[in-house]
């Protein structure tokens, strides 16, 4: 009866740290609200976010408006026909593709180095598209648009950036 | 790089200019008026930037349209694309809008705070070699970056609408005016849209012709609008 093949007893044994790892998880979520070390969402390909330089990873911060609310703000910001998904999280983009050079003037006169970036907590809402098309230069063929995200501000239920697009 | 949290958010602000031209609704479409300037035009024979002072504008669009916008763009001609510019949707929500066209052919938009309705904002696109990277400026701030997956073969200033009823920006007595429009080599050097003398360097584009009008009135500067609408 106490006789258990190696095997077997390494997999109880398995099964025994597992469990203590599920509690103790499960505690520190509800002390701290975050519930893994990763955000995803399940409606936008993980490559499309990296194609926009858009990340986004777990947050310990409080929403000031509901979830409700920041989903009908994002929908009517970006003009799309429900939400598929929402999160709070820590979102970042604005500088993902190679290291820019401070300095550096276009012809026009813009400067690098006053970017629009973002760097903080917001509610990532994907939405329905509403039928939204890119036409491109005038001639080439109209694509359909297959995600559609709008970051809300948590505190405020601002939009503070829309993304949409085509993608796997 | 210096991060700058910019204060962002969707303006849905009242209608500005803002006219129903009573034309069939619900026919969905692609109409444009603008210029474009090809690089072989362009000393040296290549292009790295185009930009323009455009006028915002907040033009009626029609339920079924999906956006009205007025931009500017560096292309190869065909498929692939960077532009920048204002943007608005039926729910009458304006944004600045910047997109392109990714390795696959995918395009991808992305929508921040917009400008008042009324000014001239500076929109850029910049092949930024230094970086290796396409630059997108609104009002001289960086608001977005991109690979560059196709030679730039031309560059295009436009405005756009998607159904036949929504508003070709502006009408008879105020134009959309696309205002300082240059366009620049890569070395750097800057010319007037419309090339140096002569006004042969560019190509008007439009489809809508019947409804809407474009023209050219200085060497820097186009103007759109609505036939149906004074402003």
């Not at chain 1, 975050?34 to 390909?45: E, K």
């Not at chain 1, 929403?63 to 009517?76: G, K, P």
Request: glycine letters at 10%; proline letters at 5%.
């Amino acid at each position: 009866m106490h006789k258990l093949t190696s095997g077997r007893s390494k997999r109880l044994i398995a099964v025994g740290f597992l469990g203590v790892a599920v509690a103790a998880t499960t505690s520190v979520v509800l002390l701290t609200g975050s519930a893994s070390s990763s955000v995803s969402l399940a409606s936008v390909d993980p490559r499309t976010l990296q194609e926009i330089g858009l990340r986004i990873s777990p947050t310990a911060s409080h929403s000031t408006i509901s979830q409700t609310v920041a989903e009908a703000r994002a929908s009517r910001a970006m003009n799309a026909r429900g939400v598929r998904e929402s999160v709070l999280a820590s979102c970042h983009f604005g500088d993902a593709l190679p290291t820019p050079q401070p300095n550096a003037v276009s012809p026009g006169g813009g400067r690098v180095d006053t970017a629009v970036t973002y760097g903080g907590p917001c509610w990532v809402v994907s939405l329905a598209t509403a039928g939204d098309y890119s036409n491109g230069p005038p001639g080439s063929a109209r694509m359909a648009a297959t995600y559609v995200l709008a970051l809300i501000d948590p505190q405020t239920g601002q939009l503070i950036r829309g993304f949409e697009g085509s993608g796997p | 790089m210096a991060i700058a949290l910019i204060a962002l958010g969707s303006y849905a602000g009242h209608a500005f200019a803002s006219c129903n031209p009573g034309r069939s609704s619900g026919v969905i479409g692609y109409w444009w008026d603008g210029w474009k300037r090809p690089a072989s035009n362009i000393p040296n024979g290549n292009l790295g930037d185009t930009y323009s002072r455009i006028l915002e504008a907040s033009p009626y669009v029609e339920s079924p349209s999906f956006d009205t916008t007025a931009w500017v763009m560096l292309t190869n001609g065909s498929g692939s694309y960077a532009q920048i510019g204002w943007y608005k949707v039926p729910n009458g929500a304006r944004n600045v809008f910047m997109e392109y066209t990714d390795q696959n052919g995918n395009f991808h938009r992305s929508l921040g705070a917009p400008y008042p309705v009324g000014n001239f904002t500076p929109y850029e696109v910049w092949w930024d070699a230094g970086n290796q990277r396409l630059d997108f400026f609104a009002q001289n701030m960086l608001f977005g970056t991109a690979i560059r997956y196709f030679t730039i073969k031309e560059a295009q200033q436009s405005a756009e609408t998607h159904t036949l009823d929504s508003q070709m920006p502006e009408g008879t007595n105020s134009h959309e005016e696309f205002t300082f429009s240059t366009v620049s080599n890569l070395a750097g050097s800057t010319y007037n849209f419309d090339g140096a003398s002569g006004g042969l360097a560019t190509v008007q584009i439009t489809n809508a012709t019947i409804q809407d009008a474009v023209r050219a009135s200085t060497h820097t500067r186009i103007d759109t609008w609505d036939k149906a609408c004074t402003n």
